[in-house]
């Protein structure tokens, strides 16, 4: 079976623009859930894609029902700019250049981040906002960074955008994995960096359809082998965690103690709250893919619809 919906979008100033200007800008699982929110008029967008949530998995997604914006001479509903948001986690190891033999555990995430990746650009956005830890408050990645893989023992750059140029930034881990999931997807749109401080003032200077890829991985404390070693806490916490993806729980991702998932080693924690903060009140699609600890990290992959 196949869900559908429409999204709309608000008239604002043009991407180059307001890029430019530098203003403040375990296995896999799925369901579909609507959490219905406050609106506001706004102009259509010309499609969103919805996958098909009711069949059994794990499975590979195939089929994919395509949802139209409403044709022209019709009325236009009242609803806010689309978004869509690509949760990821981000280890080294999701990367073929640092993992070299692929294992099983590696393949099935790197497989359920594709997916998730590819739902959230269904909604063919100009922008991609890639948000994660690492990067400074007011800093901003783009056309020329650059992330390295030499701290992992391969001596590659992965460019956040683009060409690497001379003088271009040092992107952190997050940024330099979600800008190879984009490269993976092929994604030839616009990409902006930035802290999960900076993800609330960009999202509402951009034009949608706007893709959000929010990358960070859960608690670090989830078995004896773990970096952070056991802790009784930390799968409660990722389910937590899980339990919001999977219903489009945005207060509930907003809601998050901090300091808690400081303690537990969850690096996610405040990319998390940024994107539940973000689109608090708004219309959501959930669909969590992933949910797994293979090397006593708590890895989540999950994709919004946000109207």
Same mark, same amino acid.
């Given at each position: 079976?196949?869900?559908?919906? $429409? ?28 959490? &219905? ?12 894609? $919805? ?29 806010? #700019?689309?978004?869509?948001?690509? !949760? ?19 393949? *099935? ?12 650009? #269904? &909604? ?24 390295? *893989?030499?701290? !992992?023992?391969?001596?590659?750059? &992965?460019?956040?955008? +683009?060409?690497?140029?001379? %003088?271009?930034?040092? $992107?952190? *881990? ?33 034009? %949608?359809?706007? %893709?959000?890829?929010?990358? +960070? ?61 973000? $689109? ?19 890895? *989540? ?5 946000? #109207?």
């Amino acid at each position: 079976a196949a869900a559908s919906g $429409v999204a709309g979008g608000c008239a604002m100033p043009a991407v180059s623009a307001v890029l430019s200007s530098g203003a403040p800008t375990s296995p896999a699982v799925a369901s579909e859930v609507s959490a &219905i929110g406050e609106v506001a008029c706004c102009s259509p967008f010309p499609g969103l894609s $919805v996958l098909d949530t009711l069949r059994s998995v794990p499975r590979r997604i195939g089929d994919t029902a395509v949802v139209r914006a409403v044709p022209e001479g019709l009325p236009v509903p009242e609803t806010r #700019a689309a978004f869509a948001v690509a !949760f990821c986690p981000s280890p080294p190891l999701l990367l073929p250049a640092v993992e070299g033999r692929a294992e099983p555990p590696t393949r *099935l995430l790197r497989g359920a981040c594709a997916e998730a990746v590819a739902a959230m650009l #269904a &909604i063919r956005p100009e922008v991609v906002v890639v948000v994660g830890a690492g990067a400074a408050e007011g800093e901003r990645f783009g056309t020329g960074d650059a992330g390295s *893989l030499a701290g !992992f023992g391969v001596a590659l750059e &992965i460019p956040f955008d +683009g060409r690497v140029r001379p %003088g271009g930034r040092q $992107v952190p *881990l997050a940024h330099t994995v979600g800008a190879w999931l984009l490269d993976e997807a092929a994604f030839g749109g616009t990409r902006v960096g930035v802290a999960p401080g900076e993800l609330g003032g960009l999202l509402n200077t951009l034009p %949608g359809p706007v %893709g959000v890829l929010a990358m +960070g991985d859960g608690s670090a404390r989830r078995s004896v082998k773990a970096p952070g070693y056991l802790d009784d806490a930390a799968e409660p916490f990722d389910a937590a965690v899980a339990a919001a993806m999977t219903s489009g729980d945005a207060a509930g991702l907003a809601a998050l103690d901090a300091d808690e998932g400081e303690r537990l080693l969850a690096a996610g924690v405040p990319t998390w709250q940024a994107v539940g903060t973000a $689109v608090a009140g708004r219309r959501i699609t959930a669909r969590l893919r992933y949910d797994a600890a293979p090397f006593g990290v708590g890895y *989540l992959a999950a994709d919004w619809g946000v #109207a």
